[in-house]
């Protein structure tokens, strides 16, 4: 059986269909990566014969050279995860203080370092203040109502991509740091 084993074999000839960045569940990191489609022979002594169809597209590491299904290319990148942190954590700051009215020099001060911490560096509470302002201003955003259509939309839009890759504490750390802003000039009546 074993002689037979290394006459009779199969054999896949890759063919690339595209290429990009990815993070690599082997690696544990973003990697380059190409998308490969193959085409599986049936060999006898090594020599490729009868054609036995094709494969479905896979997804092969540049760094590792392991092969994996294209669900993989779901998950963001650690840069595009950042990014995507960072927005969240922003369009939070900015709801929570847009629904409180008239910032408090308190919330805009808690609400700069929740931003700052989040990787936004160079945020202040006057840029913070402005753009909550510019969003009070935007009637075309918030029509009267705290927290309006606009900016449920934008919410909506920095939380709902995050959310399926965060682990419950994420999810809660996110929500605590507006409880801390909202908070911030005081309790909530």
């Known amino acids: 059986m074993a002689r037979l084993n290394r006459l009779l074999g199969t054999r896949?000839?890759?063919?690339p269909v595209g290429d990009g960045e990815?993070?690599?569940?082997?690696?544990?990191?973003?990697?380059?990566?190409?998308?490969?489609?193959?085409?599986?022979?049936?060999?006898?002594?090594?020599v490729p014969l009868v054609p036995r169809g094709e494969t479905g597209p896979v997804v092969e590491c540049a760094a590792c050279r392991h092969h994996?299904?294209?669900?993989v290319l779901?998950?963001?990148?650690?840069?595009?995860?950042?990014?995507?942190?960072?927005d969240a954590v922003h369009t939070v700051a900015l709801a929570v203080l847009?629904?409180?009215?008239?910032c408090a020099p308190a919330a805009?001060?808690?609400?700069?370092?929740?931003?700052?911490?989040?990787?936004?560096?160079?945020?202040?509470?006057?840029?913070?203040?402005?753009?909550?302002e510019a969003l009070a201003a935007d009637t075309g955003r918030i029509l009267g109502e705290p927290c309006g259509g606009g900016l449920?939309?934008?919410?909506?839009?920095?939380?709902?991509?995050?959310?399926?890759?965060?682990?419950?504490?994420?999810?809660?750390?996110i929500l605590l740091q507006g409880a801390r802003i909202a908070l911030a000039d005081g309790p909530y009546t």
């Open 74 to 86: 779901d998950h963001p990148t650690t840069t595009r995860f950042s990014a995507m942190l960072r």
């Open 22 to 46: 990815f993070f690599c569940p082997g690696c544990g990191g973003d990697r380059n990566y190409q998308r490969l489609t193959g085409r599986r022979r049936l060999t006898l002594a090594g």
């Open 98 to 102: 847009a629904a409180g009215g008239p």
């Open 68 to 71: 994996y299904g294209t669900e």
């Open 12 to 15: 896949t000839a890759w063919t």
């Open 152 to 173: 449920a939309i934008e919410l909506h839009e920095a939380l709902d991509p995050l959310a399926p890759h965060l682990a419950p504490p994420g999810r809660e750390t």
């Open 108 to 132: 805009l001060s808690t609400a700069a370092g929740a931003v700052r911490s989040a990787g936004f560096d160079d945020c202040t509470e006057d840029q913070l203040g402005a753009l909550v």
